[in-house]
């Protein structure tokens, strides 16, 4: 997708720590539900989900949560197409993919199929379609001509990862999301608040996800 890499050490749990940011792609206690509780339930979903439905995620990572999305909309049985854009400046190899999503047995199936793309293949599925935009997301954001009636802000740690929080980019969010569309993190870093106040959305701070006490929920005015 890039010439640059993910640099992946694994913890004893078997979870991946991005050796760049000093930060593990997924909750040491339960990535799945965490993706549930602060992706999901934080753009109100599946109860949105409607024909055309658009999805786009900052820091796509191992996919975990584009599958939880996918079974999440399958199990909904809403009429139609979902489209689904990650973002991603540092991909794993499918190798690294398949050994993280080796943690959730129950989406073993959208997981291979995942896989398979990730190794050069197609994606295929009747109603879900899933484009990967690579590069640095400051500049491929703007350049994108897509837009997202929900958001997955799902960079590394703001404190190691400040370049994919920044309030430009937060900007760049807004001009790609439909009015009255969504946004939601597991961060409820004051900067990143503001960013996306600035950038127009009306921003909550609501419980998270486990031992973190609080997650933001932004919706465009």
């Not at 913890?11 to 993706?35: I, M, W």
């Not at 969504?182 to 959305?201: I, K, P, Q």
């Amino acid at each position: 997708m890039q010439h640059q890499k993910a640099e992946i050490e694994w913890r004893e749990s078997g979870v991946p720590v991005s050796k760049r940011f000093d930060d593990p792609y997924f909750s040491l206690e339960n990535g799945l539900a965490e993706t549930r509780h602060v992706f999901l339930a934080g753009n109100d979903l599946p109860e949105r989900f409607v024909d055309g439905f658009r999805i786009a995620e900052l820091g796509f990572g191992t996919g975990l949560n584009f599958l939880a999305t996918l079974v999440a909309w399958e199990k909904a049985g809403a009429p139609g197409h979902l489209h689904y854009t990650g973002f991603e400046g540092f991909p794993m190899s499918h190798e690294e993919m398949t050994r993280a999503l080796s943690h959730y047995p129950e989406l073993a199936e959208p997981a291979e199929a995942l896989v398979a793309f990730w190794a050069g293949g197609a994606f295929s599925h009747p109603s879900v379609s899933l484009e990967i935009v690579g590069g640095d997301a400051r500049e491929s954001l703007a350049a994108w001509q897509g837009g997202a009636d929900a958001w997955f802000l799902d960079g590394f740690s703001p404190a190691k990862n400040p370049e994919l929080w920044q309030p430009e980019l937060m900007v760049e969010v807004a001009a790609h999301t439909v009015p009255g569309g969504t946004a939601a993190t597991y961060t409820a870093a004051g900067f990143v608040r503001r960013g996306l106040e600035a950038a127009g959305f009306d921003v909550t701070r609501v419980p998270g996800y486990g031992r973190k006490r609080h997650m933001t929920r932004a919706i465009l005015e």
